[in-house]
């Protein structure tokens, strides 16, 4: 369930142009400039990650702005997956396997209004952006150990999901490169909120009392801070509700057309 709660950390890299000055081809040039109002942008820095995000604004006045973004990660392995191994250890089986085995998918839709502070306004410049983001996570195959009575390790599977919804900010700044791309970058968004989930594991076998005492009291122990569980185990199997804060950062640079 930990892994649910891994959050990636997007190393943004400076960007640096040098061009002659001309008023007349200048996209900023206040006094030539006609808005464009449409923004359609792509996300870069989550294509690594197996994120695919787009991001949609539209210009209401000089200074505000309403924006949608939808990101989606596919089924897959999880990201930067060599990196958490040599984080882990070989030492570690448990979690090798557990990492090696894991199965992550998400998505999430993100409305939000812009204000732009500078003096160009129309999409352009430093913004203040609070925003909602509506998401879902899942995981599969979660590779479960525990002892029966006879000190035999045995599995089970574990499979589950966290739908979440979370208010924030978010600090940017977007610029036009030319009369039809721009650049919008994502410096900081934090955001927190509540997230529910489910976490269930249904056996191969008809489990014991003692297997089923076995998953219970390793499923309590697990520490999540600030989320309630309530840990459910029968013969078929075991069930762990959650319901508690959740939250995340947001961050990354997107290039974009304007129309």
């Known amino acids: ?47 690594p990650l197996r994120n695919y995000a787009v991001q949609y604004e539209r210009v209401l006045t000089k200074r505000i702005s309403a924006a949608i973004s939808y990101r989606n990660m596919p089924q897959g392995n999880l990201p930067l997956k060599s ?89 940017g700044a977007q610029w036009s490169l030319s009369k039809h791309v721009l650049l919008d970058w994502w ?15 249904i056996s191969t076998r008809e489990l014991s009392q003692y297997e089923q005492q076995e998953i219970r009291d390793a499923l309590e122990e697990l520490d999540i801070p600030m989320i309630e569980k309530t840990v459910t185990v029968n013969s078929s199997g075991a069930t762990m509700n959650t319901d508690g804060f959740w939250g995340g950062l947001r961050a990354g640079i997107s290039i974009g057309i304007k129309f």
């Open 1 to 47: 369930m930990k892994t649910l709660f891994f959050i990636c950390i997007l190393t943004l890299m400076p960007f640096s142009a040098y061009t002659q000055f001309n008023p007349q081809q200048n996209p900023d040039n206040q006094e030539n400039y006609n808005p464009r109002m449409n923004l359609v942008k792509l996300n870069l820095t989550g294509l």
């Open 83 to 171: 990196t958490i191994l040599d984080i882990v250890g070989e030492d570690d089986t448990e979690a090798v396997d557990i990492v090696n085995n894991l199965k992550i998918s998400n998505y999430a839709i993100t409305p939000e209004i812009r204000f732009y502070v500078g003096k160009k306004g129309y999409g352009r410049g430093f913004y203040l952006a609070p925003f909602v983001r509506i998401a879902g996570y899942e995981a599969s195959n979660f590779k479960f150990n525990y002892e029966d009575e006879n000190g035999t390790t045995q599995s089970i599977s574990l499979s589950g999901d966290v739908n979440s919804t979370t208010f924030g900010l978010l600090l």
């Open 187 to 201: 410096i900081l968004g934090p955001h927190g909120g509540n997230g529910k989930g489910d976490l269930i594991g």
